[in-house]
């Protein structure tokens, strides 16, 4: 019998099948399933207590949320939306700045561009945890310097002023090195002979950015914007390691968590807010794609 790479040719016939097979489990399991389950139970009065009946009641979850609870629902929407366009737009500034800086094959280059992107592999309690002593209100060295400065005392992460927008620049301290490395591959894409030939026409940087880098970066911005706004738009790990969602802080995803898993569990209403939060995803995700898209044809 003659033989393949990969065994016998009867049973090269298997492989491509089992390792088809393999993730597709994989997936069903801990992806489709979850998905089905989270669609039906937001039509129950489930509370996600083990014993608890699971009671069909339709469209009453809908109902209530759009009603009676719609001022809450709609908070938590526009404060998700404050927390994705402030992230969306520092993330694709900072991380395009160090690119531009750090693109080059210099000594030592390479050290700072693992040390920006090194923040990526903590995992968010670690975060979360040093960001909390850091901001400490009584005796973190964020206080000590703000009193320095300012001379007055901030409650840090307690002010419902403030507490969104410092988890949006811990975010942007995690994910700008991602995006700073998206950047540097589109930087190094570029044909040197266009900015050569713009140097000969006597454009200077300024010119040469807005004409040559900003244009054929357009691809890289297209993925950046686009991870950038889908990761922030579930986000809620990190605003519960902070706030638990206090001062401010609840976004849609938080807002879903403290309802199905909180001190008085609603897994109905909390699948509910997942399949609004699902939509809102969607939507958004399709205008972008569709916008982002366009704007690379006209560039």
């Given at each position: 019998?003659?033989?393949c790479?990969?065994?016998?040719r009867r ?7 089992l390792?088809?097979?393999?993730p597709?489990?994989?997936?069903l ?13 937001s ?8 014993g608890?009946?699971?009671?069909f009641?339709?469209?009453c ?15 938590a ?5 404050e927390y994705?366009?402030?992230?969306t ?6 991380g395009?700045?160090?690119a531009?800086v ?10 700072y561009?693992?040390l920006?992107?090194?923040p ?7 975060v979360g ?6 901001l400490?209100?009584t005796?973190?060295p ?10 007055g ?8 002023d403030l507490?969104?927008w410092?988890i949006?620049?811990v975010n ?15 930087l190094?894409r570029?044909p040197p002979?266009l900015y ?6 006597g454009?200077?940087?300024i010119?040469r ?5 900003w244009p054929?970066?357009?691809?890289a911005t ?5 991870l ?5 738009l579930?986000?809620?790990a ?8 206090q001062?401010h ?14 001190a ?5 209403l ?12 969607a939507?958004i995700g399709?205008l972008l794609?569709?916008?982002l898209?366009?704007?690379?044809v006209?560039?």
């Amino acid at each position: 019998m003659s033989t393949c790479p990969f065994g016998t040719r009867r049973t090269s016939r298997w492989i491509p099948w089992l390792s088809i097979a393999v993730p597709s489990i994989g997936w069903l399991t801990f992806g489709l399933y979850p998905s089905l389950a989270t669609v039906y139970y937001s039509f129950t009065n489930y509370s996600g207590l083990p014993g608890t009946p699971e009671t069909f009641c339709g469209l009453c979850n809908y109902r209530n949320m759009f009603t009676s609870n719609y001022s809450q629902l709609s908070q938590a929407v526009v404060t998700t939306l404050e927390y994705v366009g402030g992230v969306t737009v520092l993330q694709i500034v900072i991380g395009l700045g160090l690119a531009l800086v750090l693109q080059r094959r210099r000594f030592g280059f390479g050290f700072y561009r693992a040390l920006i992107f090194m923040p990526q592999i903590f995992s968010v309690t670690i975060v979360g945890v040093l960001f909390s002593l850091l901001l400490d209100p009584t005796s973190g060295p964020a206080e000590t310097v703000y009193h320095s400065v300012i001379g007055g005392y901030s409650s840090f992460l307690g002010d419902s002023d403030l507490a969104i927008w410092l988890i949006v620049l811990v975010n942007v301290w995690m994910f700008s090195g991602y995006t700073m490395l998206v950047y540097i591959a589109g930087l190094r894409r570029i044909p040197p002979e266009l900015y050569e030939a713009a140097a000969l026409d006597g454009a200077g940087a300024i010119r040469r950015f807005w004409r040559i880098t900003w244009p054929m970066l357009a691809p890289a911005t297209t993925v950046n914007v686009f991870l950038t706004v889908m990761g922030s738009l579930g986000e809620y790990a990190l605003i519960l390691v902070l706030t638990q969602g206090q001062y401010h802080t609840q976004t849609l995803g938080m807002f879903m968590f403290n309802t199905a898993f909180g001190a008085n569990p609603d897994l109905g209403l909390g699948s509910m807010l997942a399949m609004v939060q699902f939509v809102l995803t969607a939507v958004i995700g399709s205008l972008l794609l569709w916008v982002l898209r366009r704007r690379e044809v006209s560039l």
